[in-house]
């Protein structure tokens, strides 16, 4: 995985003669060009349109007037933006920590297994969702959270009345948690197993011999060797729970009422629907300020943790 | 981790016995609670297969059933039916391969050269690669789908594919891949008098072909699953693919429960298998990809 050391590493070797240099720069352009055009095109330069739509109220059609940052003042004063935020961060909430728990202790457990076919299955098992088209198990999970589905069919042998998940305001966002952290749980579980396969052997067999529990080398040892990567995978989830789009589109379309449409769902409609590229475009943005402040603070993390090197 | 007193040799041989029973228990107790987990996983796939084969009047009984009393094809023939379920699956598999395959033409010669070579604006192209994957999509959606439709290429393939060549985050997967390549077999072709092509040919691919093999399969997948790009660019029902085919299905026809099923088990259960075979190569690509942010 990721090192300390610069991304773009400076060759060992001598410098050549001019002629070589000049045929290295040459091969170079040549080899990133195909990839680097469409880079340019397709992310740079939209990045920079995108904050050129952002400031007028264009509709995609007609000409577009400048109206400073107008979209921005209005983001803010929105009722629906904010509505969809705070469907978001319920949603955050509901799902993030939920799933890295669930991923660590699952991930925890398989590496506890003596049997290495076991850990395969296990880890295969468990990352199955994760292959699948998301729009075709959230169409299964909209039968399995209907009413009468298997999930109050199973809520129902353990004496629990279960409720119309999909249905009402309350239960909507409950219910599209529970299927992202069925489908992205096989994320963590495999980035959690790849670092705690990293942690030397020898230091569980000093603490057996000092006495330690189970228990108590999880978090005296193993806890604070993989903490690097427990972080990753929080900002990680994070990272995609904000930007929840297909499970709920597929889900419940946002509703019932407007009580699960979340901010790229909002986006989106705005931007596709009723065709306000401008305001969408401004409140891309805001979404991207906060995503990218995460990404930030996860690399400057990154390189203060030691621990790092070893996953 | 500091021993605080020194290691008896205690001649205990029934403690070591009772310890060995107890973790013999305690690797049971781990086998029970993982295969409860593995069983929430498959248990909605399970019903999933066993509703595609139900009568409607069976899915729709309460409390269900769980064994449809004939196994009967009928939903599957009333898909292919209804929707254009063969072409979308076709359009889904081809499209996949050819932008995967597009995806390694392009990012395995300029990852090399990110990687190995040293040029003037080396750090300005490679950090544009490192912004497209930063960049969230709602940011860029925009402004690019007016692009395609100023081309007039909206409703099309081309519309799909052409945006879709360049990808910062095979770029990344196979930068990290020779970086870590150890450089001694590229030297002696270049002291030889062998140019970087003939390195990068001869050398630095043939090594890399399981990176590429990894890096293609997980571009596969990315285009297999994607979703909103063709939900905006592509409209008629014989050039949909597959995720948006499903959706606009339940949508306009509202098709009954076992239908829907048939159709959710025939688009997932294809990647499934095929996973089993490839797991290893997917799931590293897959960690690698935990950098991707």
Redesign the interface.
Known sequence: MQNAAPLVTVPARKRRASPMRRQETLMALLLILPSTLGILAFAVLPIAASLGISVTNWGGLSKPNFVGLQNYATALQDPRATSALSHTLIYVLLAVPTGVLISLTLAVWINNLKAGWLCTVFRTVYYLPMVTIGVAVALLWQVLLAPQGLVNLVLGWLGVNGPNWLGSPAWVLPAVAIFSVWQGSGQGIILFLASLASVPKDLYEAAQLDGAKPFEAFRFITLPMISPTVFLVLVLSLIGALQVFEAVLVLSAGGPGDSSTTVALYIYKTAFTFFKMGYASALAWLLAVILIGLMVIQWRNQSKWVNYDQV | ?T??EP?RPEPLTRRDASLKARARG??AG??G??TL??V??????V??IL?AFKTPAEA?T???IWLPAKWSLANFTQLFDTIPFARMFFNSVWTSVLIASLNI???A??A?????????G??L??G?????L??????????????I?QLGWYDSFTALIV?S????FT?FLLF?FF?SLP?SLE?SV?IDGG???TA?RHVALPAAKGAIAAAWLFSF?GN??S??WPL?VLQSSEKML???G??SF?NQYSVN?PV??A??TL??LP??IA??FV?RY??DA???S??K?
């Open positions: 981790m021993r605080s290691l305690s690797q781990l086998l609670l993982l987990g593995a929430a996983i498959l248990l909605p796939f019903w999933m509703t729709y309460w409390p269900p033409l392009s990012a010669p300029a090399y050269a990110f990687a190995r070579l040293r040029f003037p080396q750090g192209f490679f544009s690669h490192l912004l497209s930063m960049i969230p999509w709602q940011v860029t959606i925009i402004p690019v789908f007016l692009l439709r945006p060549i360049a990808s910062g770029v990290q970086r450089r030297e270049l140019s970087w092509f990068l997948l297999w699953q979703f909103i905006i597959l995720p948006v499903l959706l339940q429960i829907l099923m159709g959710a688009s997932t990647t499934v996973y089993m797991q997917l799931t897959a960690i690698t935990g950098l942010g």
